[in-house]
T-cell receptor, first 114, second 112 residues
Framework: GENVEQHPSTLSVQEGDSAVIKCTYS??????FPWYKQELGKRPQLIID?????GEKKDQRIAVTLNKTAKHFSLHITETQPEDSAVYFC?????????????FGSGTRLQVQP | DGGITQSPKYLFRKEGQNVTLSCEQN?????MYWYRQDPGQGLRLIYY???????QKGDIAEGYSVSREKKESFPLTVTSAQKNPTAFYLC???????????FGPGTRLLVL
């Protein structure tokens, strides 16, 4: 089955700096890669996703890049703000297997220092 | 997200007891999922269902059971066979043919 590795486990940045979180996946059939943000005690919220037919996607201060050959994808947050502090999860799924359920990384705790 | 509800918010289980967590959605989504989240860890798939009256085991199904008698409901039972049930349980749903999953607010299960 799919295995998703996520790094780093914790990340501390100064307000205004950029943050980058990286994930690798094992199943070459995976074709959907979402990123979720989870605040303490709350549900995960989808912040951006990318499908395997594109290499990059941006939404304001957030961008995701995908390298299918290397089987890794990254989340980039620019001009970080204190409200960006949360745990971020990457995930992967494959529509070809019929399962469609997400396999998650272990999470990155991002702390933005004012 | 507002279309998926979970109850209760907190649930306490005594040893040897079965407990049922509720998940309801009014998004008309075909697929529903149950995940377990342990402190400081990612989400792991327990069970999923892509259509009514059908469901599949996920990666950690032992000690859990589900039913899918209605499209909008996917209850999860934590049985006494689950020896370490303390966790945050999240239900999610997605539309048929779409991978995007939306999560409910979660149920925190604690063992007395």
């Amino acid at each position: 089955g799919e295995n998703v590795e996520q790094h780093p486990s914790t990340l501390s940045v100064q307000e205004g700096d950029s943050a980058v979180i990286k994930c690798t996946y094992s199943d070459s059939a995976s074709n959907y890669f979402p990123w979720y943000k989870q605040e303490l005690g709350k549900r995960p919220q989808l912040i951006i996703d990318i499908r395997s037919n594109v290499g990059e996607k941006k939404d304001q201060r957030i961008a995701v890049t995908l390298n299918k050959t290397a089987k890794h994808f990254s989340l980039h947050i620019t001009e970080t703000q204190p409200e960006d502090s949360a745990v971020y999860f990457c995930a992967a799924s494959s529509s070809s297997t019929g399962r469609r359920a997400l396999t998650f990384g272990s999470g990155t705790r991002l702390q933005v220092q004012p | 997200d507002g279309g998926i509800t979970q109850s209760p918010k907190y649930l306490f289980r005594k040893e040897g007891q079965n407990v049922t967590l509720s998940c309801e959605q009014n998004l008309n989504h075909d697929a529903m999922y149950w995940y377990r989240q342990d402190p400081g860890q990612g989400l792991r798939l327990i069970y999923y269902s892509q259509i009514v009256n059908d469901f599949q085991k996920g990666d950690i199904a032992e000690g859990y059971s589900v039913s899918r008698e209605k499209k909008e409901s996917f209850p999860l039972t934590v049985t006494s066979a689950q020896k370490n049930p303390t966790a945050f349980y999240l239900c999610a749903s997605s539309d048929m043919g779409r991978e995007t999953q939306y999560f409910g607010p979660g149920t925190r299960l604690l063992v007395l």
